[in-house]
């Protein structure tokens, strides 16, 4: 797998496709870039390039906690830097869970770099509070 410093973190990634409109895709919780695959294969079948990837402190990518800004922005951060390496902006941005999460912040921080926002499996609110304290 290729591996990407972004802003001092190596983050894991992979491009499934190699063709079309990009689109990076997030799972959720911890989990890692496999846990997205098999739907970036479909996209990437349907003619798009999608790049999955470990986000900082999850899966194959370094873990780097300093706690001055809330995880889900770093993701963001960490997202639009790797996708403006790999010239794949401006781009789709999707995922399951915390990766919608980091796809809305993507949103509302890079505007102009969001083709649209693929989300499913949206948590939060007192079901996900509830839900997520087991």
Known sequence: MPVANVRGANINYEVIGTRGEWIALAPGGRLGLENVRSIAQRL???GYRVLIHDRRNCGASDV??????????????DL???LSQLDALPAYIGGRSSGC???LIFALRYPEATRALLLWRITGGPYAAKQLAY
């Open 44 to 46: 990437a079948d349907a």
């Open 64 to 77: 780097l906690l300093d706690g001055v800004e809330p995880e889900h922005e770093i993701w963001a951060v």
């Open 80 to 82: 639009h830097e790797l």
């Open 101 to 103: 999460r980091l796809s």
